[in-house]
């Protein structure tokens, strides 16, 4: 996708494009996602030097933190409701 550049550097427009195939209410949603986890992109930095890690996980945080601020706005048209997904949209761990 191009969107991960040298020193670990998220551009948010790179991911635009690859965006338009979805409806506008769930585009807009990811978008807001993916600004909100740019902006803190330095916080992620600094956890993954914190690691210690040989490789880098910087690309996988960052979709992680995508994936759950997307997860958290979900549009109405979109959500299945159910006992896992309500608890884990609350923010309730699940325990085995």
């Not at 209410?25 to 890690?53: F, P, W």
């Not at 880098?56 to 409701?81: E, H, K």
Request: hydrophobic content about 40%.
């Amino acid at each position: 996708m191009g969107v991960l550049k040298a020193n670990d550097v998220i551009e948010p427009e790179q991911y635009y494009p690859y965006l338009a195939k979805f409806d506008p209410a769930y585009r807009e949603v990811v978008k807001n996602a993916i600004g909100s986890c740019a902006s803190i992109q330095d916080d992620i930095r600094r956890d993954v030097q914190n690691m210690g890690a040989a490789c880098s996980a910087f690309g996988i945080l960052f979709y992680v933190c995508v994936r759950q601020v997307t997860f958290s706005n979900c549009p109405a048209d979109r959500w299945q409701s159910s006992h896992i997904c309500d608890k884990i949209k609350q923010g309730v761990p699940m325990c085995g």
